[in-house]
């Protein structure tokens, strides 16, 4: 609400919620905390190791959704690019006897193009039915891996898919993998932050926030868009390599809608507005089902209620609860 | 091969199918054009639909069609309460709407595991042996099937049509502008809307049950199907949904005869993105575009 | 052909039987500043969306200096220099005024990514130099002080002149303006127009306006074209429309011309 008196003040300075109120000392103790939380995976044992990898890989994936729900449009068919990459870098080295690096760039090349031709065609839709067909497509992906099964094996899928391994170095051992997983997770958040800063992101905000302004400026919302979609679907298909190339088995199963449900839960409950939403909700939500101990129905209700509760009462998510604490501590 | 006798069976078992992928189409749509919701939960009122059903007629020993119309009036009772007391806060925001029902049917779903297990039951058949029309043989259950779902179709028809409330449905469908001008009491269409909306889902379901297997697992399908039919018809057309249901079951069935099912999926995704890029108002050029 | 900034030549819309806009042609010469009136369903906001890419016509074509840009994309006619304001404020209300222009500005930085994919190749800034011309642009409308306010939270009048000032930020060699001074009292009307005559003079900007307002119309715009029932019934200075008998019939005659 404003009034004439009010409305043409200028407003006081914000501090931006994530400048830390109490300087450097608050600074060095949450990067010391963030290092050391970071490394305590591998002095904790094989299980949290395990958590671990998952949830860095859900990261990476989440930031993939995160980038294009930023340029306006939100994918319900966020698991196609995740298997498109987990199938194409696996087969590409088993049918092509390709390296597993070489057949890991080349899936996301392929990926990229896919999406790139897909986006071009599907983002010119109002949101809502970019939000069906994204759902259907994913929907295709994996009943088209269901059906080939002589390439994919179908129902059974492919096991016994070999590490990564560059040179001579395999990553064959939890150890090994949470390391690569954890700098990939690492580099996607930082990624994120850094895009946002310069134009290409900002144009993204831009178009997100007034699609039909923003077009007005010059910036074509088709195109910002499908940058966003290509990077999106890049990061998930990053994702998917390491799915394949961690736990070694993969299967259509595992890139079904209960999939894309549980990266759009993962943004939610972590955040849309704050660019580490994703990181949150990934480390929030890949642990949780160890808590339910098997109850698997009970935790699928529990994310179903935390979904619309969070929705309803907190829109910007957990990561938006400590941006508000930071800025109500800015407040003076 | 007989090919009139194959064309002639795939045209039957597509319009039967047609005729479900119409009826869930149709409620989705009624739900998108009253509240601007994409119902996510919508295959899940199918499933309860579907349960209800087994409950009434196995449980209770009620006769078929009593069960169906029991489970209609459950599902349009449940639905309003849940829109009333859960989505009321999201009518008109699309997104999180969307992301909201995700969240129910999480919870529904979940619900029906809990109380039914993973297991799939069916139903005792409705009718035995089979009759021939026009040299095509069906069985009978499919018969009486059909015949309930056209009679549902044609009641939800004189409802929308002649009914004062059914008339203030389609015209928040239709125009929400307009209707709102002229005063139709909008809120009180919201829980009606999606009641009816959920309600004919949980009819599909109902009226399936005995044909299929009943499965906490079998919305998935159907609310694909949904969002298929929707795309083609355009959304908030009815008309529109009632069309591309039928199209759409008839060109599954026939494109089983010639290819895998994976093949025919592949080329009906194709053909409904086609579809929808060629006519972004739907078939009939009234949804929205 | 040449020496016409704009040349709309026999554009038309139909939507479904209906014509909205019929076979209308006109020209507007570098550093003028021209007027598009009628009465109340007239067509012109109709044109306007034409012309500025918003709708794709049924007929006709669309130049700007020579090129011809019928039915291209909004982005791509901005990037041509064909800028637009909008009748109703729309503002990135979530940013602050500052950020609001920087937004515009976006596709003119040399080197950055939305300048490769939108193919700029004209008034191009260097990265460095974003912020001065924030500041550049602030001043032609006069809005310094609001720079770090949410955008959301202006006056309506200083709302449209954000408005206006996002689209001087595209660096457009002509401004279609729609209704800009609808809502706005006599002191702002006064500014306004002072703010029109200044870009005409001082920046060499291309005036298309909309407008409902005749005091304004007649003030300040070289030359008026008139569209009733979407179709030019004259065209010439405000002294000839002021005097022209189908003008006044149109907007004196009868009250059914309210909704064509």
């Known amino acids: 609400m404003t009034t004439q008196l009010t409305a043409g003040r200028p407003a006081p300075r914000t501090s931006s919620a994530w400048k830390l109120p109490h300087g450097r000392k608050l600074a060095v103790v949450g990067t010391a905390a963030a290092v050391l939380a970071a490394a305590w995976p591998w002095a904790a044992g094989q299980f949290v190791l395990h958590l671990a990898i998952l949830s860095c890989i859900n990261i990476v994936i989440v930031n993939g959704l995160s980038l294009i729900d930023r340029s306006g449009q939100l994918s319900f068919g966020h698991s196609a690019p995740v298997a498109l990459g987990a199938y194409g870098s696996v087969l590409f080295s088993s049918m092509f006897g390709l390296g597993t690096i070489t057949a890991a760039a080349l899936s996301l090349l392929v990926g990229a193009v896919v999406a790139g031709l897909l986006g071009w065609v599907i983002l010119r839709l109002r949101g809502v039915y970019f939000v069906l067909v994204t759902f259907a497509f994913a929907e295709l992906v994996r009943l088209v891996l269901l059906d080939a099964v002589s390439i994919t094996g179908g129902a059974n899928g492919i096991a016994g898919i ?76 990053l994702g998917g390599v390491l799915t394949a190339r961690y736990i070694g088995f993969i299967s259509p199963e595992s890139f079904a809608t209960g999939a894309s449900v549980a990266f759009i839960t993962m943004l939610v409950i972590g955040g849309r507005k704050s660019l580490y939403g994703p990181m949150v909700g990934a480390l929030v939500l890949t642990p949780l089902p160890e808590f339910f101990r098997g109850a698997v129905q009970t935790q699928h209700i529990f994310y179903g209620a935390a979904l619309i509760l969070i929705l309803r009462f907190l829109p910007g998510g957990i990561a938006g609860i400590v941006a508000m604490a930071a800025a109500r501590r800015a407040k003076p | 091969m007989d090919w009139n006798l194959l064309i002639g069976q795939a045209t039957v078992n597509g319009l039967i199918v047609g005729l479900l992928y119409l009826l869930m189409a149709v409620g989705f749509t009624l739900v998108f054009g009253v509240m601007r919701m994409v119902n996510f939960a919508h295959g899940e009122f199918y499933m309860l639909g579907a349960f209800a059903a087994y409950f009434f007629t196995t449980k209770l020993a009620l006769p078929f069609l009593a069960a169906v119309a029991l489970s209609f009036v459950a599902a349009i009772v449940v639905g309003s309460l849940l829109e009333w007391f859960i989505l009321k806060p999201f009518r008109k925001d699309e997104l999180n709407g969307m992301i909201v029902t995700i969240g129910l049917a999480l ?81 009180l269409y919201y829980p009606l809307g999606f009641g009816i909306g959920v309600g004919l889902a949980a009819i599909g379901g109902a009226l399936m049950a005995p044909l299929f297997s009943v499965s906490p697992f079998m919305g998935q399908t159907p609310l694909l199907k949904a969002f298929m039919v929707v795309i083609l018809g355009g959304l908030g057309s009815i008309p529109g949904a009632a069309l591309a249901g039928l199209c759409l079951g008839l060109l599954e069935s026939y494109s089983t005869l010639f290819l895998s099912t994976s093949t025919a999926d592949m080329l009906i995704f194709l053909l409904v993105m086609v579809g929808m890029l060629a006519f972004p108002r739907g078939l009939i050029g009234r949804g929205e575009a | 052909m040449s020496g016409h900034l704009l040349e709309v030549e026999g554009l038309s819309k139909h939507f479904g039987g209906l014509a909205a806009v019929k076979d209308l042609s ?148 002509m401004l279609l303006m729609d209704e800009p001074a609808a809502g706005l009292n006599h002191e702002e009307c006064n500014e306004l127009t002072r703010l029109l005559r200044k870009l005409q003079k001082e920046h060499g900007l291309t005036l298309l306006l909309v407008e409902h307002h005749m005091a304004i119309v007649m003030e300040i715009c070289e030359r008026i074209v008139v569209l009733v029932h979407g179709e030019k019934i004259a065209e010439g200075s405000p002294e000839d429309i002021r005097t022209n008998p189908a003008v006044v019939e149109a907007y004196l005659g009868a009250p059914d011309y309210a909704h064509a």
Request: charged content about 15%; hydrophobic content about 50%; aromatic content about 6%.
């Open chain 1, 162 to 237: 070999p590490p990564l391994s560059i040179g001579g170095f395999a990553f064959d051992s939890r150890e090994r993998f949470y390391a690569l997983a954890l700098v990939l997770a690492i580099a996607s958040v930082g990624f994120m932050v850094w895009l946002f800063d310069r134009p290409l992101g900002r144009a993204m905000t831009a178009v997100a926030a007034n699609p039909a302004l923003a077009e007005s400026t010059g910036l074509s919302v088709l195109r910002m868009q499908i940058v966003a979609y290509i990077g999106g679907s890049v990061l998930a298909s």
């Open chain 2, 107 to 187: 919870i529904l779903q979940n619900v029906a595991l809990m109380a039914f297990g993973p297991d799939p039951v069916s139903l005792p058949s409705i009718a035995s042996g089979a009759t021939t029309i026009l040299g095509v043989t069906v069985a009978n259950s499919r018969v009486y099937v059909v015949g309930f779902a056209v009679l549902v179709l044609l009641l939800l028809y004189a409802f929308l049509r002649h009914s004062r409330a059914g008339r203030g449905l389609r015209a928040v469908v239709e125009d929400s502008e307009t209707a709102a001008i002229q005063g139709v009491r909008a809120r």
């Open chain 3, 26 to 173: 006109f020209k507007v010469r570098p550093g003028e500043i021209v007027g598009l009136i009628g009465p109340n369903g007239a067509g012109k906001t109709t044109a306007f969306n034409t012309i500025s890419g918003t709708l794709p016509p049924t007929h006709g074509r669309v130049r700007l200096n020579g090129r011809d840009v019928t039915g291209l994309r909004p982005s791509l006619i901005v990037a041509a220099g064909l800028a637009r304001t909008f009748q109703s404020t729309t503002t990135f209300a979530e940013e602050t005024v500052a950020t609001n222009i920087e937004h515009a500005l976006l596709s003119r930085i040399e080197g950055s990514a939305p300048q490769r994919l939108m193919r700029r190749t004209h008034g191009l800034l260097a990265p460095r130099a974003v912020d001065a011309e924030v500041d550049r642009i602030l001043e032609i409308v006069n809005m310094q002080a609001w720079r770090d306010v949410p955008a959301g939270t202006l006056a309506y009048g200083l709302q449209k002149k954000l408005g206006i000032a996002i689209g001087l930020a595209t660096q457009p060699t």
